[in-house]
């Protein structure tokens, strides 16, 4: 194989690695717009993505994915596009289950499944329960969920549990607060990925995102090869996290 003119990768020490990356799966639209595309040519495009880098991370060794998928807002999207997403995660899904032995991976999902089509809440369920032996990397799935919806629902859920005589207020620290949300028992994120030249955090793991390491890039989500990975963990390895130390 002729290396001229072959790209270096950008070095990244594997042995260094975030244990739970997460990312904002932006710019599907504007992917698409540039090439004269619906946006749900879009969507499915950031569908094949997210099948790329999540078996990428699963390789390398990141213990936890955490995706935005669907947020409490995006239901203000046209129906068509709503329902194009519920589609494509749908088919995702149906394919995840099928190599699921061979994949190994825990799926998990942050967000009320109610207000989702009956036959995807079902897949969900499925593919949680189905997958929950698996112990090789966790992806959790962000479907209708809004980080500030999430605190609410746990502060809610605290106050039934001291309404019932399980708990009291004093009992309250930021670690058992944490067992009332999504994410219990996922470690909190490390790094947090949003691509599309967006830098603001849109309501995603506000609460576990205290301490993660951010990184933006300008290429859209349909473009986020595992070269863009390697660039936002090579990016990471030279941060210094203090955790408000010194
Ligand atoms: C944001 O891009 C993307 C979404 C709201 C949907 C993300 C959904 C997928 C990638 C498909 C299904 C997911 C899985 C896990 C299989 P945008 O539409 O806001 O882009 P724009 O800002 O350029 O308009």
Redesign the pocket.
């Known amino acids: 194989m002729p290396l001229f003119g072959k790209k270096e990768e950008t070095k990244v020490d594997f042995s260094r690695l975030p244990r739970h990356v997460a990312i904002i799966?932006?710019?599907?639209?504007?992917?698409a717009k540039s090439r004269g595309l619906p946006?749900t040519a879009?969507?499915a495009a950031?569908?094949e993505t997210?099948r790329t880098i999540a078996t990428y991370c699963r390789e390398i060794g990141i213990e936890y994915l955490t995706?935005y998928?669907?947020s409490t807002e995006?239901w203000k999207r046209p129906a068509e596009e709503v329902s194009a997403?519920m589609g494509?995660?749908k088919k995702?899904l149906l394919e995840a289950i099928a190599d699921m032995e061979k994949q190994k991976v825990r799926f998990c999902f942050f967000g009320d499944m109610t207000p989702l089509p009956a036959e995807l809440q079902k897949l969900c369920r499925e593919t949680q329960d189905r997958s929950a032996k698996f112990e090789g990397c966790q992806v959790n799935?962000c479907l209708n969920y809004g980080g500030r919806d999430e605190i609410v629902r746990a502060a809610r859920a605290f106050a039934a549990d001291c309404m019932a005589g399980a708990t009291e207020p004093e009992a309250l620290t930021e670690e058992k607060f944490g067992d009332y949300l999504w994410s219990a028992g996922v470690p909190d994120p490390d790094l947090v990925i949003r691509p599309?030249g967006e830098e603001r955090i849109s309501n995603f793991l506000l609460w576990q995102s205290a301490y993660a390491e951010f990184y933006f890039t300008d290429v859209?989500?349909p473009d986020f090869g595992k070269e863009e990975l390697r660039k936002a963990l090579a990016a990471y390895q030279g941060r210094s996290r203090r955790f408000g130390g010194v």
Request: hydrophobic share 50%.
């Open positions: 799966m932006d710019g599907n639209g504007r992917w946006r879009g969507h950031g569908a997210f995706v998928a669907f995006n997403i494509l995660l995702y799935i599309s859209n989500w």
